[in-house]
């Protein structure tokens, strides 16, 4: 069974930083492809940042040069570290995974940027 855990979401000034990771078991992250995904109050779900398999990475244009991909295939977590975050980056994060077989979503972890 796949599962997914996220954490280390949490409240920040605006410019500050958060490290998200996300605790893989069920399966190996390298030979997935990895997303994090936000969803605000009122909007939809949208890609925030993906790894491929060959760890190739892509962002949305709304965070490209703030935030960071990664996996740590010996830990098999994956993380999104977020600088210089704004307001407008407030949501619910949660990292997915698409393999052979399937996806897995995992619970969600709110970050809020605010003074």
């Known amino acids: 069974q796949v599962q997914l855990v996220e954490s280390g979401g949490g409240l920040v000034q605006p410019g500050g930083s958060l490290r998200l990771s996300c605790a893989a078991s069920g399966i190996i992250l390298r030979t997935s492809i990895m997303g994090w995904y936000r969803q605000a109050p009122g909007k939809q779900r949208e890609l925030v940042a993906e790894?491929?398999?060959?760890?190739?990475?892509q962002y949305a244009d709304s965070v490209k040069g703030r935030f960071t991909i990664s996996r740590d295939n010996a830990k098999n977590t994956g993380y999104l570290q977020m600088n210089s975050l704004k307001p407008e980056d407030t949501a619910i994060y949660y990292c997915s995974v698409t393999y052979r077989l399937g996806s897995q979503w995992g619970q969600g972890t709110q970050v809020t940027v605010s003074s």
């Open positions: 790894i491929s398999i060959g760890g190739s990475t």
